[in-house]
């Protein structure tokens, strides 16, 4: 026990149990797999939290492309990623009407809708590559993730 000067007794301070599981040893690298699945959570984790801009084609519907017996719905995380779509497909000449929709509705509410496989291709045709949201597990509902047998 210290004295604070005040006659009340002290007890030494406590460690927080967190901080018990951060202090020790470096675990050294990860292995890679692992590295990349935090690193695609974290991604998958911003873009559900963020708006993005999904492109509308003639017929006031959102923009997909099929690929792979899977259904794309083209999304884009700012205008200028959409401008660049537009430049790579040759059509920067023409307006581009588009919706802003959250990436969790996306995911959760929109893809579903669709017939048959669906998923999100988010920032296609960057010079970065994008990233494709797929039908699996943990991506889209269960009941139509690929993976699982979803319904579709």
């Known amino acids: 026990m210290f004295d604070n000067g005040d006659d009340i ?22 292995d890679p797999m692992v590295a990349a699945r935090r690193e ?6 911003d ?13 006031g519907d959102l923009w997909s492309a ?13 205008e200028a990623a959409l401008g660049r779509f537009a430049v790579a497909r040759g059509e920067a ?3 581009w009407t588009y919706q802003t929709v959250l990436g969790a509705r996306l ?8 017939p048959g496989p669906a998923g999100v291709a988010l920032d296609a045709g960057s010079a ?5 949201f797929p039908p699996v597990a943990g991506i889209v509902p269960d009941a139509v993730a690929v993976d699982l047998g979803g319904t579709r």
């Not at 695609?40 to 984790?45: N, S």
């Not at 970065?128 to 494709?132: A, C, D, K, M």
């Open 40 to 45: 695609f959570a974290v991604l998958l984790g």
């Open 128 to 132: 970065e590559g994008g990233v494709l």
């Open 66 to 78: 099929d690929q792979g017996g899977v259904r794309w719905i083209c999304a884009f995380s700012d």
């Open 93 to 95: 000449g023409r307006e």
């Open 9 to 30: 007794a002290e007890s030494p301070a406590r460690r927080s149990r967190i901080a018990d599981l951060t202090d020790g040893p470096d675990p050294g690298p990860l």
């Open 47 to 59: 873009f559900r939290r963020s708006a993005v801009l999904v492109p509308l084609d003639a017929g």
């Open 107 to 114: 995911l959760d509410v929109l893809v579903p809708l669709l």
